[in-house]
């Protein structure tokens, strides 16, 4: 190392710690070919950031600090713009920590973008304003952390429109995977290339106490597949909808639906760090021999509500929009209040209580085999209950709080599809 050191002019030594492809590892370097994106995955802490920094400077920056480079405007997007900020543009390895002095760009905090000695400009997004992308067009893209998104599909479809400038725009996706279609999606592209570390592969930069207590914490446990190992974990070990069901199931548009109910799981308290209220709109159509029924699902209007009178205007608002037939809501928490907060709002809803009798995996059996039976279909834009759906299995719910969504759902479906169904072959039905 001396002896190379040593070989080296002044000026060589002085560029040396910004020439990323010197100490760049593997997977921090863009494959060759003719892609259109490039998907980073890794665990915490594996490089990923750096990674997206330095590959905006190979593309804004041209040989010397005023050339022009590859791209002229570039579009940066995280979850939130502070996140743009403190991360991708401020964090310790962010663009501006990269930049060489001759070719630091200049942060313009009321425009939220940076503007390079030659004229490149890169401007700062929001996951959470995906309309902000209707308009601007770009050139390349760096986007992070897009697995947890809460508009991911949105925002991610607006870009593609956006980017459209030069000879070969691309775009780089850096992110610590989860089980989300967007994501599936992107990796099942064809013009698609990726690459993917474990936490490990950057462990020079990472507290050695930090690697040995996370991994003896989270050792066997799927947490650690996905946050260290950087795997994409399709769904929950048994799952009653595992990916490739999911996948099967989706459509563009309905029909005519025969009948319509949206399908509520209250948060009775509705107050600051309540549960989420789920909130399911699907519709039937039913015409034929009960075998041949579809069931459709329209809709997640699923709402973290600040009152009983939130959630429940948010239910009655989605029965508006889809002109529902009927609201069925679970009351095995509120009982009467459930019905008696509707009415105040809409003393003539159509309305029916359903008490469950069984656990939720029991009761979202059932519903399961409908969708191996090929009868639901899923409309776009309903990721957030598909990712609770991955995590439901018959022993339980593998995720954290409570399957609000899917609760809702299987309430739907059961409304709408096997109680009716029961009842043509005998009287009565075994409630859920």
């Not at 607006?158 to 850096?174: C, D, E, I, K, S």
């Not at 490739?244 to 107050?271: N, Q």
């Not at 399957?403 to 072959?425: E, F, G, N, S, T």
Request: contains cysteine; neutral net charge; glycine residues 8%.
């Amino acid at each position: 190392m001396e002896a190379f050191l040593s070989s080296l002019s002044e000026q060589a030594l002085l560029a040396l710690p910004w020439m990323f492809e010197f100490w760049a590892m593997p997977h921090q370097l863009p494959p060759a070919g003719n892609w259109r994106t490039w998907l980073v995955m890794g665990g915490r802490g594996a490089g990923k950031t750096r990674a997206g920094a330095e590959w905006v400077r190979a593309q804004v920056e041209g040989g010397r600090p005023l050339d022009v480079g590859r791209a002229r405007r570039v579009a940066l997007v995280g979850e939130t713009y502070d996140q743009v900020r403190d991360v991708m543009v401020f964090g310790d390895s962010g663009i501006l920590a990269c930049s060489p002095p001759d070719r630091r760009p200049r942060w313009e905090s009321g425009r939220r973008r940076l503007v390079w000695p030659n004229g490149a400009t890169a401007t700062a997004y929001s996951a959470n304003d995906a309309q902000a992308l209707r308009g601007p067009q770009f050139d390349a893209a760096w986007v992070d952390e897009l697995a947890k998104w809460p508009k991911a599909q949105d925002t991610w479809d607006m870009l593609q429109f956006a980017l459209r400038l030069g000879a070969h725009p691309q775009q780089m996706v850096t992110t610590t995977p989860r089980n989300v279609p967007v994501l599936r999606a992107i990796m099942r592209a064809g013009s698609t290339v990726q690459t993917h570390a474990p936490t490990e592969a950057n462990r020079a930069w990472l507290a050695a106490s930090f690697l040995e207590e996370i991994r003896v914490r989270y050792a066997g446990q799927r947490l650690e597949r996905q946050e260290l190992d950087g795997e994409l974990l399709e769904d929950a070990e048994g799952s009653l909808w595992p990916a490739a069901l999911m996948d099967a199931c989706r459509g563009a548009k309905a029909p005519v639906m025969d009948r319509i109910v949206v399908a509520v799981d209250p948060a009775v308290t509705g107050k600051a760090g309540s549960d989420l209220c789920g909130i399911i709109v699907a519709g039937v159509v039913s015409k034929g021999p009960a075998q041949d029924w579809r069931a459709y699902v329209l809709a997640d209007r699923s709402v973290r509500a600040s009152s009983p009178t939130a959630w429940a205007r948010a239910a009655l608002d989605a029965m508006a929009a889809f002109g529902a037939d009927r609201l069925v809501a679970e009351v095995n928490q509120g009982g009467d209040l459930v019905e008696s907060v509707l009415r105040q709002i809409d003393p003539l809803v159509p309305y029916r209580a359903l008490h469950a009798r069984h656990g939720k995996a029991a009761r979202a059996e059932p519903v399961a085999a409908l969708y191996e039976q090929g009868r639901v279909v899923h409309l776009p834009g309903l990721g957030a209950l598909e990712d609770q759906m991955a995590l439901m299995t018959g022993q339980g719910f593998m995720g954290s709080g409570s399957p609000d969504r899917v609760d809702a759902l299987v309430w739907a479906l059961h409304d709408l599809m096997i109680v009716p169904a029961a009842k043509l072959q005998r009287p009565g039905i075994r409630a859920l």
